[in-house]
């Protein structure tokens, strides 16, 4: 296993056009996690499933940004009418069910909408 | 889940001790102090975490006051590639953990 995966690492857009990235996760973790980050900032909580269900949503996740992760292996964030306050990073990461255990971050994907 | 205060930046040689600070007095009694550190266009990555005891692991050591009120990241030996920010987060493990910005420590030859 090499760690968290995502895809795509870059993606520039334009204002209202939908986006989609995925993250596939280390296969024996049940948890997984998005993340967003501005330049300057740490990492924001967007939302967190365990196996498929989404079990907490962030108050910055607006009805623009959907997360799914059919039969809990990868998950995708989509994101519509893309507007340029969504230019960031979207991190993604995974851990075990067991608690206070540390995540395991992805590298990635940064979107700039233009 | 508790608040931390770090210093927004620190500078060390390279070949010296790191040691970061992180305050954080309204620990609960459940909750755990997690060190995370992010290099430049890189993911978070977790370095070592502990409850009450000094914990030591390849990456670095974690030192907690008695009274779990602050603690103190310690790179041994940092070098340049040890550059990056790094978070404290206090997190009881039930809920998803917050970051605040972090030390950016700036390793020098």
């Known amino acids: 296993d090499t760690g968290v995966s995502q895809n795509p690492r870059h993606k520039i857009t334009k204002r209202g056009q939908n986006v989609t990235f995925r993250c596939d996760p280390i296969?024996?973790?049940?948890?997984l996690y998005w993340y967003r980050q501005t330049l300057g900032q740490g990492p924001e909580f967007l939302t967190y499933?365990?196996?498929?269900?989404?079990?907490?949503k962030s108050r910055l996740l607006s009805d623009r940004f959907s997360a799914e992760r059919p039969k809990g292996s990868f998950s995708t964030l989509e994101i519509q009418r893309t507007e340029q306050g969504d230019s960031a990073m979207y991190l993604c990461a995974s851990s075990p069910t067991r608690d206070n255990y540390g995540y395991t971050f992805g590298s990635g994907t940064r979107l700039t909408v233009v | 889940d508790a608040k931390t205060t770090q210093p927004p930046s620190m500078d060390c040689a390279e070949g010296r001790a790191a040691n970061l600070p992180c305050n954080h007095s309204t620990i609960s009694g459940n909750e755990y102090v997690y060190w995370y550190r992010q290099i430049h266009s890189q993911g978070p990555q977790y370095i070592i975490h502990g409850l009450k005891n000094n914990e030591t692991n390849e990456m670095a050591s974690l030192i907690i006051t008695e009274d779990r009120k602050s603690s103190t990241l310690i790179l041994p030996h940092a070098t340049l590639r040890d550059t990056a920010v790094y978070y404290c987060?206090?997190?009881?493990?039930?809920?998803?953990?917050?970051f605040g910005k972090g030390t950016m420590l700036l390793v020098s030859p």
């Open positions: 987060i206090v997190n009881s493990g039930y809920s998803t953990l917050t």
């Open positions: 499933f365990q196996n498929e269900a989404q079990l907490e």
């Open positions: 296969s024996e973790h049940n948890r």
